[in-house]
């Protein structure tokens, strides 16, 4: 199995020094909270899916489907709000680099038209 970096990096399809500090960070904020098993499963759940999900974002029905593992894993990061604001920082990211199609659950906040942002 690979390391959790490993699979997150395969995510992105160039070499990125500001994504890659991004999954270190993201690590940084798992470890405390994860087990090594439920990071096997988070790795196991990204390679085999080839997306990263945003838990707190998911519906219900998206929550109860995925096994019970997962939903460990998705409990545990939902708590945490290091974890919740890493998993959304690499996520910008990953779509400012127009990887959106890793990313399925973020939804961008739509912008104001110009003339509501004059004030």
């Known amino acids: 199995m690979q ?20 999954f270190q960070r993201y690590m940084a904020a798992l470890e405390p909270i994860l087990t090594p098993e439920q990071i096997d499963t988070y790795a196991a759940m990204i390679e085999q899916t080839g997306v990263i999900r945003i838990f707190e974002d998911l519906t219900p029905e998206e929550l109860a489907g995925l096994s019970s593992d997962e939903s460990a894993v998705a409990t545990n990061i939902i708590a945490d709000q290091t974890a919740t604001m890493e998993n959304r920082r690499i996520a910008s990211l990953l779509i400012q680099r127009g990887q959106t199609e890793v990313v399925p659950d973020f939804v961008p906040i739509p912008e104001a038209p110009a003339a509501e942002r004059e004030v």
């Open 3 to 22: 390391s959790l970096i490993s699979v997150l990096e395969q995510l992105a399809p160039d070499e990125d020094s500001e994504l890659a500090q991004g």
